[in-house]
């Protein structure tokens, strides 16, 4: 009998973590109250419970948020697509695209960044960081390896200004940057900085010992422009697994998976439970 009541615990934990990845945030909380009355000593439903609550009182504190009609564009990853299309070893200014005048730039989609889609996909005011912008991020469409120390002096700048998401994201361009580039100098500049750029990914990512839920379905999450290796991720993210313990279980090295659990939060796709 009690292993019954073990079980059907576990499965009101789940289904919280499913409904809390849909947004329904109160259904959710009302999973892992039942799964406590069923399971006073399991810490990871408590955890998950007190964060539901924070979440609703947030929601219930904001005023309606309206999507936009028209999907924010960002030209970066138009101008890294036609990176694969240069044929000479020395690509010139006439191979990519002119950016918009200053002030036209729009605010970074993440999900389009890490997945490299065109396809536009409707996001909502509050998904997007005011500071997390590609506006004055040293892009030289001409100049590839000062774009590269750019983008480097940039992620340093940012995490010497306690700015980790603005941070992450000049690191994500940087290799983004090396990948597609297609050059051995650009390359050499951006991998001599993995470490900086490890520390401004786990600058983002924030505690290590936090555990990493769902903030979207599991099914969306290819709208969102992200993999097979960020759907894995995602598929332990059960509120009971730390940043550090996912690592472990990446199945990917260590730099990698934490590029990875940043761009996820950066595109807020997952949330982060304080473990008690």
């Not at 697509?81 to 730039?105: H, I, K």
């Amino acid at each position: 009998m009690a292993q019954d009541v073990l079980q059907e615990a576990r499965a009101l934990t789940q289904r919280g973590l499913e409904d809390y990845a849909r947004g329904r945030f109160r259904e959710a909380a009302l999973a892992w109250e039942k799964a406590i009355q069923l399971a006073p000593n399991d810490p990871r439903a408590r955890s998950l419970l007190e964060f539901a609550r924070k979440r609703i009182r947030e929601r219930d504190a904001l005023p309606v948020a309206h999507a936009y009609g028209a999907t924010l564009e960002s030209p970066i990853p138009g101008f890294l697509a036609s990176l694969t299309a240069v044929e000479a070893d020395e690509p010139t200014s006439d191979s990519f695209p002119t950016p918009p005048p200053d002030g036209e730039w729009a605010q970074i989609d993440t999900r389009r960044v890490l997945g490299r889609t065109e396809e536009g996909v409707e996001v909502t005011k509050e998904a997007q960081d005011p500071a997390d912008t590609w506006k004055d991020l040293p892009i030289q469409v001409d100049n590839l390896q000062a774009s590269a120390r750019g983008l480097l002096e940039e992620c340093r700048a940012a995490l010497s200004e306690s700015r980790p998401d603005r941070a992450a994201l000049a690191a994500e361009m940087a290799l983004q940057l090396s990948e597609q580039a297609r050059s051995p100098e650009v390359d050499g500049i951006v991998n001599a900085r993995r470490l900086l750029f490890e520390r401004a990914f786990c600058a983002c990512i924030g505690d290590m010992k936090s555990a990493p839920i769902r903030a979207i379905p599991s099914e969306a999450l290819g709208a969102h422009g992200f993999d097979q290796r960020a759907a894995f991720l995602m598929s332990h993210m059960d509120g009971a697994l730390s940043v550090d313990d996912l690592l472990d279980v990446a199945g990917m090295p260590r730099f990698d998976a934490l590029r990875l659990i940043a761009a996820l939060r950066r595109a807020q796709v997952v949330d982060m439970v304080p473990l008690g």
